[in-house]
């Protein structure tokens, strides 16, 4: 399984704990297979995913969380496919994307979102 991190800018990232529920269209599709067999599209994809967070939240991570949470704002998301310093990872760019729900486990004493869910216009790989 490929590990995957929120690409935030600056050289920062935050390891997720998984990245589930990839639908294209109407179409469920499986993260591991797209990133090792996409070879693009000229139309635009639009679709969803689930990004779940690990244990160790990046505060950086945690604001744009906080952002998106407000489904008006609208945002270029990438995430890294394997490790974030190779220059192989290959990036996944979802364009114009937000959050469509988030999810709290409550039992780690935080207010931070452990789980949300994205909407998106377009997924491309890099």
Known sequence: MTTY?????????????????????????DLDEFV???????????????????DNHHPAATAWINDVEDTNTHQDVVIIAGDPT???????????AWATWTFDRDDDNDDEADAIGIAF??????
């Open 121 to 126: 216009d377009n997924i491309t790989l890099k």
């Open 5 to 29: 991190h929120l690409d935030l800018g600056d050289t920062q990232t935050e390891e997720l704990a998984n990245v589930l529920n990839l639908t294209l269209g109407d179409e469920e599709a």
């Open 36 to 54: 090792a067999s996409d070879t693009g599209s000229s139309q635009a994809r639009p679709g969803d995913l689930v990004l779940m967070r690990g």
């Open 86 to 96: 190779s220059p192989h990872a290959r990036r996944i760019h979802l364009t114009n």
